[in-house]
Every structure is written in structure tokens, then in C-alpha cells.
């Protein structure tokens, strides 16, 4: 079965969007995976197909309806992890863009104006909240399509050099090292020579010690959570032998 994509959205004109392009598209194209987007306007009741109303307590904006998205969301449920776009949500991480490619499919709820109304979340707790980062969007749209370019490009047969998906940033919990391409020289500066040297073990060396010199400084969050999983292991390997003495 392709990889099937949900998106509940106020502008189902903007997917696939750029995700028709490139490997992304030439493999929607054909079939291994597919996009729906679902108009949540379809859901509301009254003829002026309202999905918003005031803030309660008073405030700028307008707020996203519980009862309309619920039956959005409902209307869509299949056992897919159901996304919610709002920057109150967790960061998505790599590691959850994995369990998600290796699944069946996803579905994307896209917020807009002030957000959701929260009882929402409270009466369907299956939908994760996920952001993609500290940053405030115009909507939830443009966040679907990058998670779903995430996904996408890790389906089996989307990338040329299966490689290419593991070798990337976050993926050992480091920055990915720097890349290089000719011409050698440019502007008085040149390709480190290691990388000029053939020696496939230097090579990877060096990469790991500039993946963990970039994450130091760019990247202290990451940095000390991949030091703490490197201790944990060892520490767990430790008290196994040690019960294993006793």
C-alpha cells in the first residue's frame, strides 16, 4: 500500500504544492504515495460554512471551531497518527518523522487565525500537537508540507542511494558533517585534503569530528543529549555485568 497523506486545511488548493516537484513528485506521480486534501469548511453546519468564532474571555483574532474540526477529523480517522500544526505543540523530531514514514500514511490537521480550540485536543487525545520549532507561522500549512517532504523523502525507492537517508543531520543525533564538490580550489580556499586522500577510514574519522564540532557549538541542546545517550548505554552495560558477578 503507498503512503497515504491527509491534510484537513482551509486552502486544499495549496497541496501537493511543491511536493508535485522533484522526487517528491515524480513519486506521487507514480503512486507511492498520495495526497488528499480535505476542505474543513465541508464540516460546518450552517450556510455560511463558519469555522471560527471569537475568543472566549475576549482577545484579537478568531479561533478555530472544536465541534467543525472534530468532525473533520473523524470523518478521516483510520488509524494513521493523526498531526495537529500549532506552535504550542512538541518539535517533531527525526526520529518521529522515521516511525512515521515506515507507517501507512498520516493525517495533518493545518490551524490558522489565533489556533484550536483546546477542547478538541482534550476529547480526541489521539491528535499530537507537533511544531516546527520556536517560530509563528501565518498557518499550519507550509509546517504540513515540510513534515510531509520529511516522510516522503525517506519512502523506500524516493531517494537514489538508500545512504542518503541515513547519512543526514539528526539522524545519529549530530549535525551532519560539512560537504564539499569540485572544483578544488575556489577563491583561495580547498577542499580539505583528507577528503582528497582516499583513505575511506580518515575520511570517516574526520567526518564524525566535524559532525561533533558543529553540533558543540551550533547545536548545545543536541550535543549534550547525544553525550547522554553515549553514557546511558554504557552505564546499563556496567550494572548488567555487575549482577551478572553476583
Known amino acids: 500500500m503507498p503512503f497515504a497523506a491527509t491534510v484537513l486545511t482551509l486552502y486544499p488548493q495549496m497541496f501537493p504544492g511543491p511536493l508535485g ?3 517528491a513528485g515524480r513519486a506521487l506521480a507514480q503512486g507511492e504515495w498520495s495526497c488528499e486534501a480535505v476542505q474543513i469548511r465541508d464540516f460546518a453546519t450552517d450556510r455560511h460554512r463558519t469555522v471560527d468564532d471569537t475568543p472566549a474571555g475576549g482577545g484579537a483574532g478568531m479561533v478555530l471551531k472544536a465541534d467543525v474540526l ?5 470523518s478521516v480517522r483510520d488509524g494513521r497518527p493523526v498531526l495537529a500544526m500549532t506552535p504550542r505543540g512538541t518539535p517533531i523530531t527525526q526520529t518521529r518523522i522515521r516511525q512515521i514514514a515506515a507507517g501507512s500514511g498520516v493525517v495533518l490537521l493545518c ?7 483546546e477542547r ?14 520556536d517560530i509563528v507561522l501565518s498557518g499550519g500549512e507550509p509546517a504540513a508540507l515540510a513534515i510531509l517532504d520529511a516522510c516522503i523523502r525517506l519512502l523506500p525507492g524516493v531517494m537514489g542511494a538508500p545512504e542518503s537517508g541515513t547519512e543526514e543531520s539528526f539522524e545519529s543525533g549530530l549535525l ?6 569540485r572544483p578544488q580550489e575556489w577563491e583561495g580556499r580547498t577542499i580539505p585534503e583528507v577528503l582528497r586522500s582516499g583513505d575511506h577510514a580518515k575520511i570517516a574519522a574526520w567526518r564524525q569530528s566535524m559532525s561533533e564540532r558543529d ?32
Not at 472534530?70 to 473523524?74: F, L, N, Y
Not at 557549538?217 to 553476583?246: F, K, N
Open 21 to 23: 516537484e522533484s522526487l
Open 70 to 74: 472534530a468532525r473533520a477529523v473523524d
Open 111 to 117: 490551524g490558522r487565525f489565533e489556533g484550536f480550540d
Open 120 to 133: 478538541l485536543f482534550e476529547a480526541r487525545p489521539f491528535i499530537e500537537q507537533v511544531s516546527l520549532g
Open 176 to 181: 551532519e558533517y560539512p560537504q564539499y564538490t
Open 215 to 246: 553540533t558543540r557549538s551550533r547545536r548545545p541542546d543536541l550535543w549534550e543529549r547525544y553525550c547522554d545517550a553515549r553514557v546511558r548505554p554504557a552505564s546499563g552495560a556496567r550494572h548488567t555485568a555487575r549482577d551478572q558477578d553476583q
